[in-house]
């Protein structure tokens, strides 16, 4: 069965630092690996996937993913941290069979000014 | 961009009271998936649809029921709610583009049952 742990509930980060939130994965098969990021009340907004290609994805407001093979994982990552980054994070994998989505518990980021 | 268009953004209802949620996805889209996240976790899959047929089912209630029109809105329906139910419910829609196919979420319904 698919599925990607969140190893962190939060992470802490100062305003101009870089970042990463951690996701590993688990699949049978070709992995589909997505980063979603939720506001306040607000839905869930695409940020970047990995389909097949170049590990390094490159993705929204400036945020990228590393997929490594080897140590199943597909961190999320950005070189300088903004205020308005704190939100919560969702990595995500597509089922192989039905497109669903199997989601981690998720990483809330908060970024210090 | 037109995104994906979830109607109400609120609802309270009691216990035993019936609930309809609406799901407008974006134009040309032809899958919608509907997904439920509780207080402090991960969405959880419930019900999809491709072309107006189930596509797949999750860990949807029996008490729960969905549909596809032929203009590719879906409606959740939702009977004898229980407080368990009180919920952010999640539509996203897709077009069924092979393995590029990216979901794309709306706003949600925030249900309370009191």
């Known amino acids: 069965a698919q599925s990607v742990a969140q190893p962190e509930d939060q992470v802490n980060v100062a305003e101009g630092n870089p970042l990463t939130v951690k996701c590993t994965y688990s699949?049978?098969?070709?992995?589909?690996l997505f980063w979603y990021v939720q506001y306040p009340n607000r839905g869930l907004q695409f940020l970047l996937k990995?389909?097949?290609?170049?590990?390094l994805v490159k993705g929204s407001y400036g945020f990228e993913a590393e997929f490594n093979k080897s140590q199943t994982s597909f961190h999320l990552k950005k070189p300088s941290a903004l205020v308005s980054d704190s939100a919560l994070y969702f990595c995500?994998?597509?089922?192989?069979?039905?497109?669903?989505?199997?989601f981690g518990t998720g990483t809330r980021l908060k970024v210090l000014a | 961009a037109a995104g994906v268009i979830q109607s109400p953004r609120h609802l309270i209802k009691e216990k035993r009271e019936t609930a309809t949620l609406k799901c407008y996805p974006i134009?040309?889209?032809?899958?919608v998936y509907w997904y439920q996240q509780g207080p402090g976790q991960d969405p959880q899959f419930l019900i999809s649809?491709?072309?107006?047929?189930?596509?797949d089912k999750g860990s949807i209630p029996d008490r729960f029921s969905a549909q596809q029109f032929s203009d590719y809105h879906s409606e959740l329906n939702m009977s004898s709610l229980e407080l368990g139910d009180s919920a952010l419910y999640f539509c996203?829609?897709?077009?069924?583009?092979?393995?590029?196919?990216?979901?794309?979420f709306g706003p949600g319904t925030r249900l309370l049952v009191l």
């Open positions: 134009p040309r889209h032809d899958t």
């Open positions: 995500a994998v597509r089922d192989s069979g039905t497109y669903k989505y199997i």
């Open positions: 649809f491709y072309e107006k047929m189930q596509s």
């Open positions: 996203a829609s897709s077009r069924l583009a092979g393995e590029q196919e990216t979901q794309y």
């Open positions: 990995y389909i097949t290609g170049d590990n």
């Open positions: 699949v049978s098969g070709n992995p589909y």
